[in-house]
């Protein structure tokens, strides 16, 4: 079945730790998307990538850094640069850009201590 | 700049009765609308959108929502809630005219009693 992979589900890392979040997707999209879920806040943009080896920051880019070397993968950084890493974070893909839907993955959720 | 708000951040609605959630939005071009329904630590899952056209789209699971330009509106109906329909719900709107960004509303929590 095609779809969008991220691991791991729960990640557990201590304060001043980069730590990076796997997503992977066979969908064939172009476009990628990291968003963080807070409670209470609906996701909030990261980052996002409409072709390899191309970015651009979102919302709330500080503190995370990517890359898309191949288009079935865009890997999220969070770095200790980052004041408030504990959130739910969420992988979407889309075959182009406009009138389609996004395609999400499952979540991880990171928790820093 | 573009924006989506959801009023209500929790409806209680008891099985069997009609439920809506409501979002409004804001935008400088014409929108594209889109629903979306998360269960716990599940992503998003796509429910309907809007593009152009018929202004009552239907979508996934007996939900259908309806564009309204004047009130810039795009409210979630389902006209026999299940219990199985409790969970969160987002609106989101994208406008070409902006860039294509994809923004989001805060989220509404759907409780079913049974």
């Known amino acids: 079945d095609g779809g969008i992979t991220q691991s791991p589900k729960y990640l557990f890392r201590k304060e001043g730790q980069n730590v990076t979040l796997s997503c992977e997707q066979n969908l064939n999209h172009d476009a990628m998307y990291w968003y963080r879920q807070d409670p209470g806040q609906g996701l909030r943009l990261i980052y996002y990538?409409?072709?390899?080896?191309?970015?651009q920051k979102g919302d709330i880019a500080e503190g995370y850094s990517v890359s898309r070397e191949k288009k079935e993968s865009f890997p999220l950084t969070v770095t200790s640069a980052q004041k408030n890493p504990t959130a739910f974070y969420l992988c979407a893909s889309e075959r182009g850009q406009g009138n389609s839907p996004l395609h999400f993955g499952n979540g991880t959720r990171l928790t820093v201590t | 700049a573009q924006s989506v708000a959801q009023p209500e951040d929790q409806v209680n609605v008891a099985e069997g009765n009609p439920l809506t959630v409501k979002c409004t939005y804001s935008v400088s071009g014409n929108p594209y609308l889109f629903w979306y329904v998360q269960y716990p630590n599940r992503g998003l899952q796509f429910l309907l959108k809007?593009?152009?056209?018929?202004?009552l789209v239907k979508g996934s699971y007996g939900f259908e929502a309806e564009f309204n330009k004047s009130q810039t509106s795009f409210h979630l109906k389902k006209p026999s809630a299940l219990v199985s329909d409790s969970a969160l719900y987002f609106c989101a709107v994208r406008d070409k005219a902006a860039g294509n960004k994809l923004t989001f509303g805060g989220g509404t929590r759907v409780l079913v009693k049974p």
């Open positions: 990538s409409q072709i390899v080896n191309d970015f």
């Open positions: 809007y593009i152009t056209g018929d202004n």
